[in-house]
């Protein structure tokens, strides 16, 4: 079982508050440092000092670590071009040493758009897939041949193709709980499903989905991940548990509940549970990033149990 960080940074992160972070994942063991794509802060919080840019974020720490991996999860198809995007990634991955990944979604938070004149289609999934077929098939053309395609959203002519991530193929990350679409969609692209913030039963459904997705497809099951989302709550007893907790604005009970929250021991039991049902990996969503002594406590008491 992979354990990964997974960081907010819209809540109010800076740059350099978010290389520490990535820092102690690298040194502490943990898989991979993965971010969000978002640009307006969700909830009571400041905010401050504002948003950072998730691919500008990336290749600052491409150059700044040397072992985790890199990536999204998960960025907004309204939020780039495809072309752009795929040489974004590619020369990120480039800077990293070849250990970006690119988790994408359709983008679903209307108030960020709005907040930086962003467009925001009501045809984001056909974007998405449309997007999909295009940084895929960018990066997938040989070089010295040329990449064009035609969709109804958009249009490439005789395409370079270039550059190439060191990757191939670049693992591309799908994630959601929709019944049809989003299961076809990772047949097709994906390296890995991602399950985000949901129960083990519902995940066991999903996970289910995207199974049969996959052998419709001609592909099999086993080809991909599969892994979770949850936010992390430990403390070595009930009151530092309790604390930490307190320090992010949420209770205990709910998080016990729909997180992987509790002394070590019961944080193992959990992921246990999801295992049973296929997780293989686990991004652990932190949300104080001023309290590593956390993510020190998980890599000692948690990790050593799962991996």
Not at 237 to 255: C, M, Q, S, Y
Request: glycine share 10%.
């Amino acid at each position: 079982m992979d354990l990964r960080i997974f960081t907010e940074p819209q809540q109010g992160a800076s740059y350099d508050t978010l290389l520490t972070v990535a820092r102690a994942t690298e040194d502490l063991g943990f898989d991979a440092f993965f971010r969000s794509d978002h640009y307006l802060k969700m909830g009571d919080v400041s905010g401050l000092p504002g948003p950072t840019d998730a691919w500008v974020t990336l290749a600052g720490l491409a150059r700044e670590t040397r072992r985790i991996r890199l990536g999204t999860l998960m960025t907004a198809a309204t939020f780039r071009l495809p072309g752009p995007l795929a040489i974004q990634v590619a020369q990120v991955d480039q800077m990293s040493g070849g250990r970006i990944e690119l988790g994408i979604g359709a983008g679903w938070f209307e108030d960020e758009h709005t907040a930086y004149g962003i467009p925001f289609p009501k045809e984001k999934f056909a974007r998405l897939e449309e997007q999909l077929a295009i940084v895929t098939g960018l990066w997938g053309t040989p070089t010295g041949e040329t990449f064009s395609y035609s969709g109804t959203h958009y249009e490439l002519r005789d395409s370079p193709a270039l550059p190439k991530p060191v990757q191939a193929p670049l693992p591309v990350l799908i994630g959601g709980m929709g019944a049809k679409r989003t299961p076809a969609l990772a047949a097709r692209y994906a390296a890995e499903f991602n399950v985000p913030f949901s129960s083990a039963a519902d995940t066991e459904r999903q996970f289910a989905r995207v199974r049969e997705a996959a052998e419709a497809a001609g592909r099999a099951p086993s080809d991909l991940v599969y892994s979770n989302a949850l936010i992390a709550c430990v403390g070595k007893d009930d009151a530092e548990v309790a604390r930490r907790a307190e320090a992010i604005g949420r209770e205990v009970p709910e998080l016990k509940e729909n997180g992987l929250a509790g002394t070590p021991a019961e944080v193992v039991e959990k992921i246990g549970r999801y295992g049973a049902v296929g997780a293989q990996r686990f991004y652990l969503q932190i949300l104080d990033l001023s309290d590593l002594d956390h993510l020190e406590l998980i890599a000692s008491e948690v990790l050593p149990q799962v991996s």
